[in-house]
């Protein structure tokens, strides 16, 4: 059985920072990239970062392109998603992927509100 489990939302003050998890179970996750993705309220969902398999290729989106790095650990199957300098306008509900250009798995997500 294929799982994606995000974790680590929470609500945070403009400015904090917060560190999201993807545990991956039932499938080769060190052979597959893994993405990160959000959704805001009455918002299409939009792609954040990207990491391939080995770690070595990793891709940004320019809203979060120097405030936000995206990790990888082959031996625990998780991914992480470090986002610093948070602000509002990274409220959305973040999920985790597998996949580099088309999604292939996908968790159920993990909320992160940035309010004060």
């Known amino acids: 059985q294929v799982q994606l489990v995000e974790s680590g939302g929470e609500l945070v003050q403009p400015g904090g920072s917060l560190r999201l998890s993807c545990a991956a179970s039932?499938?080769?996750?060190?052979?597959?990239?893994m993405s990160w993705y959000r959704q805001a309220p009455q918002r299409e969902r939009e792609w954040v970062a990207r990491?391939?398999?080995?770690?070595?290729?990793?891709n940004y989106a320019d809203s979060v392109r120097g405030r936000f790095t995206i990790s990888r650990d082959n031996v625990k199957n998780t991914g992480h998603l470090q986002m610093n300098s948070l602000k509002p306008e990274d409220t959305a509900m973040y999920y985790c992927?597998?996949?580099?250009?088309?999604?292939?798995?996908w968790g159920q997500g993990t909320q992160v509100t940035v309010s004060s």
């Open positions: 039932g499938f080769a996750f060190s052979r597959n990239a």
């Open positions: 992927a597998s996949g580099w250009g088309v999604p292939g798995y």
């Open positions: 990491i391939s398999a080995t770690g070595e290729n990793i």
